[in-house]
């Protein structure tokens, strides 16, 4: 019986102490020891980072063990689940919405009072430049009716006109001084003598006029009427900067607007606010527009309507408390799917060990019409199979044992030793597809001095093609022996005979002979259907004929032969359809033009080398190892 620290299958105890833990406490006994006696600091300084040290290692090691127990089972672990896929992201989810809310209304804030401010800037300077434009006899009296006008909507408004022979002012008793003329046509902010000033100045040929209006707490709270207080700071730090004091009026300061509910959130924004210093033409320092309101007034101050705002807000709410009501039904859902899995996994899990046991007589109980319980009808018929899929497995694996023993016989059929010969290299590749291959080649020596040389390829592949390939090349090899052979097509005539006499009409395979002679340089050869071997003789690539139909097919197929006479440094290349005819991904065959390609490239290196060049670029072309077909090379190289 397990202990209960312990997980059912006999895993490791979770709470064993380990290295850690001992570390701890042998040195936790150690470290109050030379506390107490306050001797040896250095000694106590090194055991107490090494307590902090394996202390901390200990506690993370407990708390993964103490994670991994809690979640052992698959309904700790779906409830885990369900946390992180439902609840946490609708948590964060709810937690970016307000932030991108209160960011996108601070923004709207801060814009709603800007533009108010860039508003009155505006007509300053309209105001401005429209005096500018006066002709000089009316100037006077346009500047008392200006200022008469304006003087109401921007309390302390003062007007100064310079131009070539007088200064002009409004109202009359105004002490402002025109700033220097080096300033140029600007409206904003200004800062003069510390204290902050909307202004604008516009400018003629020989007159500029200056208007400012002194920027007080009310006129800033004025912008955006209920939208909460407004506040202009200075940010660089460099100059003084202060508002105006307001005359008294007994109205109350604005300040923050009361929170409609819980979830009316409190709005800081501000935003870069350029101030001019008149006594420095075109010198700027940077100050801050700063608003303090609510979501609410937001609203209700872009609304514009006292009720136009609450429809939307209880809108909102509404939604959210539909996805809360949602989330509450979604968890009950869950828990009870999550109580039928479970039950249906720990029957499953209990089956396992039965099995596990060699108890294959075992069954689970089966209840309801769905996919958990065609999960546990499907276990009971797996234990019900197991036992003859554990015969079949063994079967499998004698056949698999018998094909491994088929290859290892049929590698025993290729010639083992290559014939050493004064003027041409010979070598030969064969790659099965599957275990066995249908290809063959041979080379023999014959008692002429001459070699023999072959290459074949049997229609189909596996088993069936390997058994034909070894009846072709044994009586091959029993005619060569026999000493029967008079021109190779004389013995491929035979062949096909015997072939189509011991073998089904549907089996046939393609086959080269040639006779080579090395003294004199000449080989004689019979193509029985195969592809054209290739001859590459400085540079250039010439197919080699074809004498006949393939053998084993017909019994009265005749069979003609070629002489070619090789030169120095020709390569003669025979090779299988395995070869040419794998196919890319997008169905592109390899081909012979781009055997022939390869071949070009690497034609007067070692005969191996051009070998592993062919095998690697059909790999490469192909784009996996694996072969489609058997492949088979081989080449003679005339030295």
Known sequence: MNAPWRVPGGRAPYLSLRRM??????????????????????????????????????????????????????????????????????????????????????????????????????????????LARTPAPQRATAIQRLGALFRERYPGL?????????????????????????????????????????WARAAGDTEDVTVV??????????????????????????RPMRLHESPATG??????????????????WATNLPVAIWETPQATEDALL?????????????????????????????????????????VIIGVSITRAVTAAVHDLYEGTLKVQAGDFAHRIPVQGNDQIAELSGSFNRMTENLERLLIVAKERERLQADLEIAREVQNQLLPRAVPVLERLRILAVC????????????????????????????????????????????????????????SPSSLVSKLNVHLHAHTSPEKYATFCFAVYDDRAGRLIYTNAGHLPPLLIRRGEVKPLDVNGMVVGAFPFARYDESTLELEQGDLL???????????????????????????????????????????????????????????????????
């Open 213 to 238: 209006v002194p920027i007080t707490r009310p006129l800033l709270e004025d912008l955006a009427p209920g939208l909460g207080p407004v506040s202009i700071v200075e940010f660089s730090g460099s």
């Open 290 to 330: 700063g608003v303090r309101s609510r979501l609410s007034a937001v609203v209700r101050q872009i609304s514009r309507e006292s009720a136009g705002w609450r429809p939307l807000l209880a809108l909102l709410y509404t939604i959210a408390v539909g996805f809360l009501l949602v989330e509450i039904v979604s």
């Open 431 to 486: 790659r099965p597809a599957r275990m066995v291959s249908g290809d063959f080649y041979d080379y023999q020596p014959l008692a002429d001095g001459r070699t023999a040389l072959a290459i074949g390829d049997v229609a189909g592949k596996g088993i069936s093609a390997a058994l034909l390939m070894a009846t072709l090349q044994s009586t091959l090899r029993t005619h060569l022996r026999g000493g029967e052979m008079h």
């Open 573 to 639: 290349v025979c090779y299988t359809d395995g070869v040419t005819e794998p196919e890319n991904e997008y169905s592109e065959m390899f081909g012979e033009g781009r055997l022939i390609d390869v071949l070009k490239r690497h034609a007067c290196r070692e005969p191996e080398y051009i070998a592993g060049a062919v095998v690697e670029s059909v790999e490469r072309f192909t784009g996996s190892p694996e072969l489609q077909d058997d492949l088979t090379l081989l080449l003679a190289q005339r030295l």
């Open 21 to 130: 833990e001992k570390a701890f406490l042998l040195l936790l006994p150690v470290f109050l020891a030379l506390e107490i006696s306050s001797y040896a600091p250095i000694a106590r300084l090194v055991v107490g980072l090494g307590l902090v040290f394996t202390g901390t290692w200990a506690a993370i090691g407990i708390a993964r063990r103490l994670v991994r127990k809690a979640i052992w089972r698959l309904r700790n672990r779906l409830i885990v689940a369900y946390l992180f896929i439902a609840v946490v992201p609708v948590l964060l989810i709810s937690i970016l919405v307000g932030t991108a809310a209160r960011d996108l209304a601070g923004q709207v804030s801060v814009y709603l009072v800007q533009s108010e401010f860039e508003r009155r800037m505006t007509n300053l300077r309209s105001a401005a430049e429209a």
């Open 158 to 198: 003062e007007i100064v006109l310079r131009d070539a022979g007088a200064v002009l002012r409004f109202p009359s008793e105004s002490t402002l001084d025109p700033p220097a003329r080096d300033w140029p046509e600007v409206s904003g902010v200004v800062a003069r003598t510390g204290q902050l000033y909307e």
């Open 251 to 268: 109205k109350a300061r604005a300040g923050v607007p009361p929170p409609v509910n819980m979830f009316d959130l409190s709005i800081r």
